[in-house]
């Protein structure tokens, strides 16, 4: 398992930006796959976007696509998370998630990632 950290959280408004990143404790992000999930009061933790160790393959949830996107900076060993447009329902704690040799699967399931970041809020202003 590898350590995550969560930082660029916060407060924006509606209709605002933020990136979100993701520092990986891996002396390389090759073979891991990595996602961004979130979780908002009283719901279920749900996928938001991932990409794979290569880095060629992104999935994102059908709620964020065309308004979030997933990068990764290999030297920075560091994935990030931008988030354009953002509404209410994009508010909750967002978590950084990682697996050895994992994938990136279109329904991004939880259980398809082993090693989590302790989370960072982001709250939209409405």
């Known amino acids: 398992q590898v350590q995550l950290v969560e930082s660029g959280g916060g407060l924006v408004q509606f209709g605002g930006s933020l990136r979100l990143s993701c520092v990986v404790s891996?002396?390389?992000?090759?073979?891991?796959?990595i996602a961004w999930f979130r979780q908002a009061p009283g719901k279920e933790r749900e996928g938001v976007a991932c990409?794979?160790?290569?880095?060629?393959?992104?999935a994102f949830a059908g709620s964020v696509k065309g308004r979030f996107a997933i990068s990764r900076d290999t030297a920075k060993i560091t994935v990030y998370l931008q988030m354009n447009r953002l509404n209410v329902d994009d508010q909750g704690v967002y978590y950084c998630a990682a697996e050895y040799l994992g994938g990136c699967r279109r329904h991004l399931p939880e259980t398809d990632f082993g090693s989590w970041g302790q989370g960072i809020q982001v709250t939209v202003s409405s």
């Open positions: 891996a002396s390389t992000l090759n073979h891991y796959g």
């Open positions: 990409i794979s160790g290569s880095g060629a393959s992104t």
